[in-house]
């Protein structure tokens, strides 16, 4: 695996159907970037209520995404980053991604946590409110990650998973409970019993199943 794109944003205004709206959704690329406890040196986050902190720290997308969403969004510029993706790379296996899985990143670690739950800035990166529905529907959410170990990528450096946890459940199973039409608590037991579900991630299922 490797990492072919770097991308970090700033917060920006802009107003988008009648709303001002801040977001930092807009990425651009860079050669090199500081891997720190809280993201990537020059990323920011414009809503600290629901995006940032340490399980949110580093967002990574499969690039083998793109050629598909080509095909999906014709005559749509995708340029790497356009998913708001901190890391674009190839031969990232998304689904086998586990939580407590930790990758080498250039010199940092960084520990799979949770899948991206679409919201409506992606709708307004796109200037299309329905992107967020398709996005969630295809399942080609990313992975968050948690830094295990700071460090520095580099554009080309090498992803790699260097430990497995010994529980194996999928990152992207945590998206399939929460869209679960169905969804029971037998079903949601492998993931609340795991040792590396974050809290947030616990009180989205809990309330889930509070609503069947």
Known sequence: MEIVAICAGTARTLDWRGETVSTAIFKTPVETAAVRALGLEGDEQADLSV???PDKAVYGYSAEHYPWW?????GVELPFGAFGENLTISGFDEPAACLGDVYRAGTASLLAIQPR???FKLGLRF???GMVKRFALSLRLGVYFRVAEPGRVRRFDGF???SEHRLRFPVLDLARLYFDPELTP???RPALEHPELNDNWRALLTRRLKKE
């Open 51 to 53: 995006h940032g902190g």
């Open 70 to 74: 080509q095909e999906q969004l014709p």
């Open 117 to 119: 739950l679409p919201c």
């Open 127 to 129: 200037d299309d409110p």
């Open 160 to 162: 790699e998973k260097i």
């Open 186 to 188: 037998e079903k949601a």
